[in-house]
């Protein structure tokens, strides 16, 4: 598949981003266009990963045409305007998150894209994650019973604060902020894990600094106004009395909660707060051993809440990159 490039930031060109990526798969994708507004940022990207054409614009790409998807890599609030003009020009899509900041940007795109057939994939991909798989699974297998209500935290710094490699103050901005940059990872993984959809959503939005200010790295005493709410509670309700709150806010420097509890009746199920190696545990009513799923490279632990726990530990399938895992279930439960 030909694929074209629209943004040649941070994610597109970093070590762990996009187009240093690709060459994982080159039977299966070949970039064939690349555009940025910044010239010197498409043309970069163009020399350095061999992209035979850059643009300064996205429709000049359109026109070009050569390629089947555009990956888009745009800053948070122009995702639906520039998603919107790709569908109409019959190309496939692959979006950063989230797909759009209004529902009606995000119905347009779903329009657009059942006319002409065409394929939307939008980050993040967490519910591909081995971990996010099994938790849901176990969720499904009633292993931590009535789930009860869950806690996940997305919540991070921001991008300004520290050397972030670019100018950070997009993300401050109203049509973008930490709910769209982050919390969306949480709304993602919430949904996915539990599998169903929220009944009502309850939210708490405000502005802690009106300014920010860059303390190091290239853009070091950068001072922008703050116009999008960086301090967000989102509460949500899934029916059956089984509730959920988020944290989608650029004030948190530091937790030692882990980044997600889903607590049931007979359990609780967490998951660490490691982004690129999540580290999964559960616990709940002591009882006997089993191991993980093949291939699932994390840590589930099931222990008692309320005595001192009595697990036991079993190695992983050899295919896990995990060293150990511990799992014990109730007396009589099968999961
Ligand atoms: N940086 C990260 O760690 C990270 C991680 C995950 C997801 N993302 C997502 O990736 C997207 C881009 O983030 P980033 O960190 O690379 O931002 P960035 O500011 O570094 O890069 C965005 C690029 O898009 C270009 N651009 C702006 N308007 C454009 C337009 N209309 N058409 C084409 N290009 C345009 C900018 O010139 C810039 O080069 C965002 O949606 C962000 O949420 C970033």
């Known amino acids: 598949m030909k694929i074209a490039v629209l943004g040649a930031g941070n994610i597109a060109i970093q070590p762990n981003g996009v187009l240093p990526n690709l060459h994982h798969i080159p039977d299966k994708a070949v970039v064939t266009a690349v555009a940025d507004p910044v010239e010197e940022k498409a043309k970069d990207a163009a020399a350095r990963f061999g992209i035979p054409k850059a643009f300064t614009n996205l429709d000049d790409m359109l026109d070009y045409g050569d390629f089947d998807a555009v990956v888009n890599l745009t800053p948070i609030p122009v995702h639906g305007e520039t998603s919107l003009k790709i569908l109409q020009a019959g190309k496939h899509l692959t979006t950063e998150k989230p797909v759009a900041v209004t529902i009606d940007e995000a119905d347009a795109l779903a329009e657009a ?3 002409k057939g065409l394929t939307v994939v939008c980050a993040p991909p967490n519910m591909l994650y081995p971990t996010r798989r099994e938790a849901r699974r176990l969720l499904a297998a009633n292993t931590i019973g009535q789930v009860c209500f869950v806690r996940h935290r997305s919540s991070g ?3 300004a604060a520290g050397a972030w490699p670019t100018d950070p103050s997009w993300f401050y901005q109203k049509g973008s902020g930490p709910m769209f940059d982050i919390g969306v990872y949480s709304m993602h993984e919430v949904l996915g894990i539990l599998n169903r959809p929220a009944k009502r959503v309850f939210g708490f939005f405000g ?3 009106a300014t920010r200010t860059v303390p ?6 950068l001072t922008f106004p703050v116009t999008a709410n960086d301090n967000n509670l989102v509460l949500l309700d899934f029916g059956d009395s089984v509730f959920c709150v988020i944290d989608g806010t ?6 030692k909660s882990p980044r997600m509890e889903i607590f049931g009746r007979e359990g609780c199920s967490t998951c660490g707060a490691t982004s690129t190696r999540p580290r999964v545990s559960s616990s709940r009513s002591t009882g006997s051993t089993t191991s993980v799923a093949p291939g699932v490279g994390s840590m589930w632990t099931f222990a008692t ?3 001192p726990s009595s697990t036991s530990t079993t190695s992983s399938a050899p295919s896990s990159s995990s060293t150990s895992s511990t799992w014990s279930a109730a007396p009589g439960r099968t999961s």
């Open 305 to 307: 809440s309320s005595l």
């Open 157 to 159: 710094p921001g991008p």
């Open 216 to 221: 190091s790295g290239p853009v070091a005493g």
């Open 250 to 255: 650029y004030n948190v420097w530091a937790a």
């Open 113 to 115: 894209a059942d006319a």
């Open 207 to 209: 502005i802690t600094e």
